[in-house]
């Protein structure tokens, strides 16, 4: 597919994998972008994953017949796009492998490549006759051997995993009316808080860096090409990456016998009767990853557990521990559950809460046993946000 002139688009799109990373749901796909550049010299940017070989090389085919690949940039070695990097250097033996000094024994290491290999340093360009290709390393977007590509004659950026998402690319590829930014951005930000979400400040740095390029296009490793929405992609970037958000409540829940999940509702009415936008996400039958993105969307995190094992009832400990994880910040906070005979999860969530630096709305609801209005005034609880 044709982006301009000299910019071909050679990913797949992967609508059969149900678990990305065998642990994030692909509700909507994702998809694998490949890109390469066609001037005097041919270059390929990163692969795609290795059960879609077939399809990647007949994309490549259908750009540039039987020319040859002159070099094969990789801007990052996650399998999920340098699985194919053997195969291409077995279906061009002369291809010049093109990549920074952290890389080079990650390729030996996945790829059992060593030889034919151009190391290149920071800013460094590499000319392909009229296009010339320029490197940035991004360390930790998102991993430490990463950087970007970028082109000053084309105006793009080919920027790895940063600005992917989930779901797969539209039919031609770029935004566009009826491809657009919303309709990405929940699984954009899902993706972000996933996969991305530890690495705010590299993320920062990254953006720091980039800062001066009159960027035109950007190319990412997932989801659609951006040409029409650069301005709020790159803002939803940047306001990820500083762990700011929107007034609003994500609460999430688990609960096994009801108790808890009736609180959690009725909480969940007495916020929205005040006006304050609030998703609400029931971990026993849902990804936390689902609910990890709405931790990045708004600035309050409310959970819900029964006490289990003296402990915080497991769906729910992974999110908190996801939260951790991730090192988001300027939160505020408030925890309820129901228990038996002693009550302990909403005191360790406010332990978790606290050790997170969060602003603790109350010490927490914790109610014996059944549900009731008496034991849970939602009302009261929504009257704290
Ligand atoms: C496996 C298991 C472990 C539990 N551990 C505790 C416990 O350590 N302390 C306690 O007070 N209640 C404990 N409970 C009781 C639950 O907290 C109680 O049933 C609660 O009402 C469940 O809330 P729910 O209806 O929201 O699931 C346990 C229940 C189960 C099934
Ligand atoms: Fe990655
Ligand atoms: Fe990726």
């Excluded at 070099?71 to 999920?80: G, K, Q, R, T, W």
């Excluded at 291809?95 to 952290?102: D, H, L, M, P």
């Excluded at 951006?226 to 609960?255: F, M, N, P, T």
Aim: proline content about 4%; glycine content about 6%; some cysteine.
């Amino acid at each position: 597919m044709r982006l301009s002139e000299r910019i071909r688009y050679v990913g797949v799109n992967d609508n059969q994998t149900e678990l990305f990373e065998r642990q994030w749901p692909l509700p909507y796909g994702v998809s694998y972008n490949s890109y390469l550049v066609v001037d005097e010299k041919v270059a390929l940017i990163d692969t795609a994953a290795a059960q879609f070989a077939d399809e990647f090389f007949a994309n490549i085919k259908s750009e540039i017949g039987d020319r040859p690949i002159d070099y094969l940039i990789v801007n990052h070695m996650e399998p999920d796009h340098s699985a194919l990097q053997a195969a291409v250097r077995r279906e061009y033996p002369a291809c010049q492998i093109v990549t920074n000094a952290k890389a080079v024994p990650m390729i030996e290491g996945y790829q059992g490549i060593i030889d034919n290999i151009k190391v290149i340093k920071e800013g460094e360009s590499l000319s392909l006759g009229e296009v010339s290709l320029q490197f940035f390393m991004v360390p930790m977007v998102h991993w430490p051997e990463t950087m970007v590509t970028w082109s000053t004659e084309e105006n793009t950026l080919f920027s790895g995993d940063a600005f992917g998402s989930f779901k797969a690319a539209p039919a031609d590829v770029i935004d566009s009316k009826s491809s657009t930014f919303a309709d990405y951005q929940d699984e954009m930000t899902r993706y972000y808080a996933s996969i991305v979400g530890k690495y705010g400040s590299p993320v920062q740095a990254a953006l720091k860096k980039l800062n001066g390029l009159e960027i035109k296009r950007i190319c990412s490793t997932h989801g659609p090409v951006w040409e029409q929405s650069i301005s709020q992609v790159v803002a939803l970037y940047d306001r990820l990456s500083r762990y700011d958000a929107d007034r609003g409540v994500c609460l999430a829940y688990g609960s096994m016998y009801g108790n808890t999940e009736r609180a959690a509702l009725e909480l969940a009415e007495a916020i929205k009767a005040k006006g304050i936008p609030c998703a609400v996400h029931n971990l026993t039958e849902e990804d936390y990853s689902f609910a990890l993105r709405d931790v990045f969307k708004y600035d309050t995190v409310i959970l819900g557990s029964p006490t289990y094992n003296n402990g915080i009832f497991p769906p729910v400990r992974q999110l908190m521990q996801g939260i951790c994880d991730r090192m988001v910040k300027g939160r505020r906070f408030l925890a309820f559950g129901s228990f038996t005979w002693a009550a302990a999860s909403v005191k360790l969530l406010n332990e978790m809460a606290a050790a997170a630096g969060f602003e603790i709305l109350s010490e927490g609801i914790t109610f014996r046993q059944g549900y009731s209005k008496s034991k849970f005034d939602a009302e009261a609880i929504a009257s704290l946000l």
